[in-house]
């Protein structure tokens, strides 16, 4: 019989993907990008920056939000990304 509670193991931050879904022009989404690339960089986890004009199921989905944080594929953060949650929320 299988534990109730069991967990699976947390992926390794290398084995993470951090996606920043922002516009050109948006000083929180530089700003955003400011301390994904310092986390991500002292994590090893991956990142990639996702342009909300280029793409109309983000913009649908995130236009109020920008920019938004989403780590393998799911929403993180938005508008002001903490670089300690996002080191704890990637498991480091």
């Known amino acids: 019989m299988a534990p109730l509670f069991s967990r699976s193991p947390r992926p390794?931050?290398?084995d993470r993907m951090v996606t920043l879904v922002g516009k050109p022009g948006c000083h929180l989404c530089d700003a955003a990008q400011d301390v994904i690339e310092k986390v991500c960089a002292e994590t090893g986890a991956s990142?990639?920056?996702k342009d909300i004009t280029e793409d109309a199921e983000l913009h649908r989905k995130y236009?109020?939000?920008?920019?938004?944080?989403?780590?393998d594929g799911a929403q993180h953060?938005?508008?002001r990304v903490d670089p300690r949650r996002l080191r704890q929320a990637l498991g480091a």
């Open 77 to 79: 953060d938005f508008w």
């Open 47 to 49: 990142w990639e920056k």
């Open 12 to 14: 390794r931050p290398a």
């Open 63 to 71: 236009w109020e939000q920008i920019p938004v944080v989403l780590i």
